[in-house]
């Protein structure tokens, strides 16, 4: 079989929904794993040589046998060799097929040019894509409307053509229906979102998107989220990636709940759920918000897995690492299936002994191992909070046996500045985790090892006398 998101493979086969945000088999009339185009369309049925008389090209084929045999050969083909047998068939089915009654058009002229798109892209023969696409909307009207999954299908495997936009436009000469309108909008808008200059075309964007939406709504105005579910919860994925992109909270967590509620009801694909939970993720980790981070997180890495998006995949096991790290949890997030089958990959190893070190308290390894991920801009933000996380538990472990030790020392061993030293210990006393105070001639600091047991102790005794008090009093108010 094969890969995914490649041109070469069959691009008449049903995909899984995981190549992008159209969801492959709606509306296919229950055709199950087989592509409408792929039946009989037209006249044209493509039945064994042995049926059909032996090879193409005898006496008595006709010129639907003869463009069958070009389709099966083609097919077989790969890259320019396969390109230019296709446009020689659709060359010859214009002589071929000149005095039929229904046309020169034909099922197999209509597959041959979405495969010629295909390879045009893949080859970087993209000035060319235009063209052979609008010739494909104007004299394959019929085909076009017969088989009207075909268009996202194709569009939904480009999305990086940077012209897409103007493939869907010319897409509305023959698709009219609001379901297919829809679809074809929200390609439009991924591929638009994919593009280096988002942020200079929101306004397109953010179009796309509302008409889109306008389709997706009751009589009253309202989410038609019992009808529509699952291209309403694709919808708001593409505006959490935008608001995403344009560092809108607001709107981010607006569209994250829509679309969190949504999932109870779409049955949403692993390409929009990964899309959703990573973005959810992300978010919530710049809010520091770290505990709720790695549970989408972790929701964004199975998702992302199903659909073998590998990238995708790996970028939120990175994130997942240090949100969990970060939210402090002592639960070793490769713990996690998922996360410990990317292993293999050098970079994800490279957060695994990151991650031991900081559950070890190892803090010279950490310095060591921390450099590789100093390259990955995804969590390079967060390094930072990391380092001061180990260096503020191996303080812990430092002072621990001491009642006074020299800030040098502890500075030493947590490989600290002065200044870093100091900053470490007035949190730490801040959030109570140490008792003591700083002896600023000598530089040492002295702890306090009684005052919480003293504390604890003292104040249960005064808690019970208070108690017994309370009940001494309430028994001799009942007695009199």
Known sequence: MSKKNQIDYDPDAVEDDDGGFYQSGEEDGGLGNFDSDELDGGGLIGGDD???????????DTPEDTLNGKWSD????????????????????????????????????FKAIKHIILLLVQLGKTDEVNKWFTKWVDEYKVHM???????????NKILDFPELATLVTLSFKNITDKLNKTKLLLIKAASL??????????????????????????????????????????LYAQKIILADKR????????FFEKADQLTKLAMGGNAVLGTIYSVGGRARMRERKFAEATKFLVEA???????????????????????????????NPFDDQVAASHLGTPAIKAFERVTKDILSK????????????QREEIVKEYLPMLKRLIQKDLFLEVVKPYTNISMAFVG???HTTPEETESILVELILNQQIHGTIDQASGVLLLDTTTKSYNDFYGGLNRLANGVDRIQRNVLSGLS
């Not at 190892?362 to 991920?373: G, M, R, T, V």
Request: aromatic share 4%; hydrophobic share 35%.
């Open 301 to 331: 890495v199975k998702n992302w897995d199903q659909c073998r998006k590998k990238q995708e995949t790996e970028d939120c096991i990175k994130l997942m690492v240090i949100s969990s790290l970060l939210s402090t949890s002592k639960v």
């Open 50 to 60: 042995e049926e059909s008389g032996g090879e193409y090209g005898f006496a008595d």
């Open 74 to 109: 083609a097919k077989d083909l790969k890259g320019e060799e396969k390109l230019k047998a296709l446009q020689e068939l659709v060359k010859e089915e214009k002589t071929l097929m000149a005095d039929s009654p229904n046309g020169p058009a034909t099922n197999v002229g």
């Open 145 to 155: 409307k017969q088989h009207l999954q075909a268009v996202p299908k194709l569009l």
């Open 247 to 254: 560092r809108n909270n607001k709107d981010l967590k607006a």
């Open 362 to 373: 190892n803090a010279d390894s950490f310095l060591q191992n921390i450099k590789p991920l």
């Open 412 to 414: 030493k061993r947590i």
């Open 193 to 234: 979102l994919k593009r280096p200059d988002a942020l200079q075309i929101v306004d397109e964007i953010k179009q796309a998107l509302d008409e889109a939406h306008s389709f997706l709504k009751t009589p009253e105005g309202a989410d038609d989220n019992e009808g529509q579910a699952n291209l309403l919860l694709e």
